[in-house]
């Protein structure tokens, strides 16, 4: 089969969850012998480089397909429904003709992409990755740190716009009344478009229509995968998806060479927490240095592997402040290839993330490497670890209580190890490509 995926960035531009496990499953379809390739938005080359232009190029052996655009201080309809997306997509569509299209994730691409692939007769899947099509941050959670449930309709404009989250209900409640006049308002400044009030009629409008424009286009597809039930039950919630189409398939994680001992763990005096990932707040890693803190020094240490740059990066410079006087390694960034030897330094993984993460790829990782894990007892993440069983929960943003939880590692010498006794099987990606080419297949024969 010709497969094409579609994703939001891919290496070596970015190297975030979505876009690793993309590459991943590309490679394990390619190794199953059909003809893969990639479409991707990625940054303008330079200065001068026109957006929606599309160049190709080879990235491990795959043909990336990669559609250039900027994205900064975009209006609210750019990120979901911008107007030059489709023609571009279909200069891709027309040099790889697919039997299939796969769209990982279209932020700053289009949702417009899936009936257009349609309308030439190509059978679409989408994964739902995270929570963009509900919420414009995509994770479900206000500048504040507060998590939202579910989409706050009109109540997302302060965060959209990052003004006071405190707003939030406010505005929900006031929309009803707010929505003719930003109509009026739109109408009659169409034509001056700098004005701030016409700006804030056309981001209301656009926010207003982001909803059902985006879930109702993702609809159309074929067939959607949700990686956690916890996820899936947020998009039926919507009233948009058929149940029969919108089934949980988790990710399948890579294996490695034969003969390697992924359960190996060197030889150590301390404790060792490990976390893994991208050091951004909402994936908790100030919780989890401040819970550190608060443990004995000299028995245990944390080690984080993820970049990390508090010379330019605001989040970092705090978050140096915080590890000064507790027992933090940060090693930086590492080849995701050589994840095998991360996890042989680490005793304990901890994702102490305050959002509702779906289903974490450094939690599969973990298992199959033999290593138990803390995480927030929320989301996909609680789907994941067994409390008690393979790992623990803790409560998201509360470093008191994580504290308390990885001291247990400390008072129990042995329980990390019980723990790893009795770790889940994980799905290998060799499992999830022979699932995923069974659904295409069985969508071409319709």
Same mark, same amino acid.
């Given at each position: 089969?010709?497969?094409?995926?579609?994703?939001?960035?891919?290496?070596?531009?970015?190297?975030?969850?979505?876009?690793?496990?993309?590459?991943?499953?590309?490679?394990?379809?390619?190794?199953?012998?059909?003809?893969?390739?990639?479409?991707?938005? =990625?940054?303008?080359?330079?200065?001068?480089?026109?957006?929606?232009?599309?160049?190709?190029?080879?990235?491990?052996?795959?043909?990336?397909?990669?559609?250039?655009?900027?994205?900064?201080?975009?209006?609210?309809?750019?990120?979901?429904?911008?107007?030059?997306?489709?023609?571009?997509?279909?200069?891709?569509?027309?040099?790889?003709?697919?039997?299939?299209?796969?769209?990982?994730? &279209?932020?700053?691409?289009?949702?417009?992409? &899936?009936?257009?692939?349609?309308?030439?007769?190509?059978?679409? &899947?989408?994964?739902?990755?995270?929570?963009?099509?509900?919420?414009?941050?995509?994770?479900?959670?206000?500048?504040?740190?507060?998590?939202?449930?579910?989409?706050?309709?009109?109540?997302?404009? #302060?965060?959209?716009?990052?003004?006071?989250?405190?707003?939030? #209900?406010?505005?929900?409640?006031?929309?009803?009344?707010?929505?003719?006049?930003?109509?009026?308002?739109?109408? =009659? %400044?169409?034509?001056?478009?700098?004005?701030?009030?016409?700006?804030?009629?056309?981001?209301?409008?656009?926010?207003?229509?982001?909803?059902?424009?985006?879930?109702?286009?993702?609809?159309? =597809?074929?067939?959607?995968?949700?990686?956690?039930?916890?996820?899936?039950?947020?998009?039926?919630?919507?009233?948009?998806?058929?149940?029969?189409?919108?089934?949980?398939?988790?990710y399948g994680t890579p294996s490695h060479g034969p003969g390697e001992d992924l359960r190996s763990k060197s030889p150590t005096e301390v404790?060792?927490?490990?976390?893994?990932?991208?050091?951004?707040? /909402?994936?908790?890693?100030?919780?989890?240095?401040?819970?550190?803190?608060?443990?004995?020094?000299?028995?245990?240490?944390?080690?984080?592997?993820?970049?990390?740059?508090?010379?330019?990066?605001?989040?970092?410079?705090?978050?140096?402040?915080?590890?000064?006087?507790?027992?933090?390694?940060?090693?930086?960034?590492?080849?995701?290839?050589?994840?095998?030897?991360?996890?042989?330094?680490?005793?304990?993984?901890?994702?102490?993330?305050?959002?509702?993460?779906?289903?974490?790829?450094?939690?599969?990782?973990?298992?199959? /490497?033999?290593?138990?894990?803390?995480?927030?007892?929320?989301?996909?993440?609680?789907?994941?670890?067994?409390?008690?069983?393979?790992?623990?929960?803790?409560?998201?943003?509360?470093?008191?209580?994580?504290?308390?939880? %990885?001291?247990?590692?400390?008072?129990?010498?042995?329980?990390?190890?019980?723990?790893?006794?009795? %770790?889940?099987?994980?799905?290998?990606?060799?499992?999830?490509?022979?699932?995923?080419?069974?659904?295409?297949?069985?969508?071409?024969?319709?």
């Amino acid at each position: 089969m010709r497969i094409l995926y579609v994703v939001h960035g891919f290496p070596p531009d970015t190297w975030a969850g979505t876009e690793v496990y993309t590459l991943a499953l590309a490679r394990a379809m390619r190794g199953r012998g059909h003809a893969v390739a990639i479409a991707t938005r =990625a940054p303008p080359r330079g200065a001068t480089d026109p957006d929606w232009s599309v160049d190709t190029d080879v990235f491990d052996g795959l043909r990336v397909h990669r559609i250039r655009r900027r994205v900064e201080r975009l209006p609210i309809a750019e990120t979901y429904r911008p107007e030059e997306a489709v023609a571009a997509f279909f200069q891709v569509l027309d040099r790889e003709r697919p039997d299939i299209v796969h769209f990982q994730h &279209v932020l700053h691409l289009s949702v417009d992409l &899936v009936p257009a692939a349609r309308t030439l007769g190509i059978p679409c &899947v989408v994964t739902l990755n995270d929570y963009w099509p509900l919420c414009s941050r995509v994770q479900l959670l206000r500048p504040d740190g507060v998590r939202c449930e579910r989409n706050q309709e009109m109540g997302c404009f #302060p965060c959209v716009k990052d003004k006071d989250p405190r707003l939030v #209900p406010l505005v929900r409640a006031a929309a009803p009344l707010v929505h003719p006049v930003a109509a009026v308002l739109d109408a =009659a %400044l169409r034509r001056r478009k700098r004005s701030r009030l016409a700006r804030f009629a056309r981001s209301w409008i656009d926010l207003a229509q982001r909803n059902p424009y985006v879930l109702g286009k993702l609809a159309q =597809a074929d067939l959607l995968l949700a990686p956690s039930r916890f996820l899936r039950e947020r998009f039926l919630e919507t009233g948009y998806f058929d149940p029969g189409k919108l089934v949980h398939s988790d990710y399948g994680t890579p294996s490695h060479g034969p003969g390697e001992d992924l359960r190996s763990k060197s030889p150590t005096e301390v404790l060792r927490f490990g976390f893994v990932g991208s050091l951004v707040e /909402h994936k908790g890693i100030a919780t989890l240095v401040e819970a550190v803190g608060r443990l004995d020094r000299g028995r245990c240490e944390l080690r984080v592997s993820g970049a990390f740059r508090p010379e330019t990066d605001p989040f970092h410079a705090r978050l140096a402040e915080v590890a000064r006087e507790a027992p933090v390694r940060f090693l930086g960034p590492f080849e995701h290839d050589r994840i095998a030897e991360v996890h042989r330094e680490i005793d304990v993984l901890v994702v102490p993330s305050t959002w509702f993460e779906n289903s974490p790829l450094s939690i599969h990782e973990a298992f199959l /490497h033999g290593t138990p894990v803390v995480t927030s007892g929320i989301g996909g993440m609680a789907e994941l670890v067994r409390d008690g069983v393979d790992g623990f929960h803790a409560r998201p943003g509360d470093a008191a209580h994580l504290a308390i939880v %990885l001291r247990r590692f400390l008072d129990d010498a042995g329980l990390a190890k019980r723990l790893a006794a009795d %770790l889940p099987r994980v799905k290998t990606l060799e499992e999830d490509a022979a699932e995923t080419e069974a659904r295409y297949r069985e969508l071409a024969r319709r």
